[in-house]
């Protein structure tokens, strides 16, 4: 039995799919607006989140200091030990037979570590320590002619060539 309306039954059936097409836009369109909105979020979380950003970038510096710190301390053991076979190296070579140097002059180590730094001028005080000490050494060759040749057995004075 079919009741009389005022609206035939095809006609509902239109205005039924009709208000189903809409309210399913509706769906979406909420649910796209909800995908910007969370996309929204977690952009502005990842670009305005100072805690932690702060903190990976004081992970990263602690992780570089103690990498830093790592080399600093290898660095010292390698000096230590190269420090070390060059002092044994110096006091083989100028205790053996082969050493043409004088009694009096110190190894290259203890020579170093024995400068009066108080003799250094202002200027070389700016410098660093290697071009200070490369300087004087330079300086002292200079002012005096060495009378020994070299180890290798060729002179270096001005005796060899007269």
Same mark, same amino acid.
């Given at each position: 039995i079919e009741d009389e309306t005022q609206v035939s039954r095809?006609?509902?059936?239109?205005?039924?799919?009709?208000?189903?097409?809409?309210?399913?836009?509706? =769906?979406?369109?909420a649910g796209? $607006?909800?995908?910007?909105?969370?996309?929204?979020?977690?952009?502005? &979380? =990842?670009?305005?989140?100072?805690p $932690?950003?702060?903190?990976?970038?004081?992970q990263r510096n602690q992780? &570089?200091?103690s990498l830093q710190e790592e080399c600093d301390k290898k660095l010292i053991a390698l000096r230590d030990e190269i420090s070390i076979d060059l002092y044994e190296l110096e006091e083989e070579y100028y205790s053996s037979s082969y050493s043409l140097c004088d009694?009096?002059?110190?190894?290259?180590?203890?020579?170093?570590?024995?400068?009066?730094?108080?003799?250094?001028?202002p200027e070389s005080l700016s410098m660093p320590l290697t071009a200070a000490t490369a300087e004087q050494s330079v300086a002292t060759s200079?002012?005096?002619?060495?009378?020994?040749?070299?180890?290798?057995?060729?002179?270096?004075g001005p005796t060899e060539h007269s």
């Open positions: 095809a006609t509902q059936g239109e205005q039924d799919n009709y208000e189903m097409h809409v309210r399913a836009a509706n =769906i979406v369109r796209e $607006s909800l995908m910007k909105l969370v996309s929204d979020l977690k952009q502005f &979380l =990842i670009l305005n989140d100072f $932690s950003v702060n903190e990976a970038i004081n992780q &570089l200091r009694s009096n002059d110190l190894p290259l180590c203890e020579a170093y570590w024995r400068q009066d730094f108080a003799t250094l001028s200079q002012s005096s002619t060495p009378s020994h040749p070299h180890v290798n057995g060729h002179g270096a």
